[in-house]
Nanobody, 124 residues
Framework: QVQLVESGGGSVQAGGSLRLSCAISAWPDNNTWMTWFRQAPGKEREGIVC????????TYRSSVKGRFTISRDNAKNTVFLQMNSLKPEDSGMYYCATGARVNNCFRSSDFESWGQGTQVTVSS
């Protein structure tokens, strides 16, 4: 099973930036989906950006579109999430996940491999 390790979280003020990393033990085959999820206390886990490793189109949740950017470094088996213009409502635990049989790339139950998460806190 693929192992994922997130890093890069921290505490920033509103308007600041963070770049999260997701290191992958084995690069997924091209039919795999990867999604960044986040979960705030008392709220459900939500997908915020997903990408199909073969076809490449990227889908962003509307609340982060224009502020967050996903990218990857194939040589380092790492996917990044650049987060700019952060808002307090972006606070939460951020997870990367991969799945091979994904029907809805924002539905957490479609994903079988998860990292441990990295905490993001944005203060006003």
């Amino acid at each position: 099973q693929v192992q994922l390790v997130e890093s890069g979280g921290g505490s920033v003020q509103a308007g600041g930036s963070l770049r999260l990393s997701c290191a992958i033990s084995a690069w997924p085959d091209n039919n795999t989906w990867m999604t960044w999820f986040r979960q705030a206390p008392g709220k459900e886990r939500e997908g915020i950006v997903c990408v199909n490793m073969r076809s490449g189109p990227i889908t962003y949740r509307s609340s982060v579109k224009g502020r967050f950017t996903i990218s990857r470094d194939n040589a380092k088996n790492t996917v990044f999430l650049q987060m700019n213009s952060l808002k307090p409502e972006d606070s939460g635990m951020y997870y990367c996940a991969t799945g091979a049989r994904v029907n809805n790339c924002f539905r957490s139950s479609d994903f079988e491999s998860w990292g441990q998460g990295t905490q993001v806190t944005v203060s006003s």
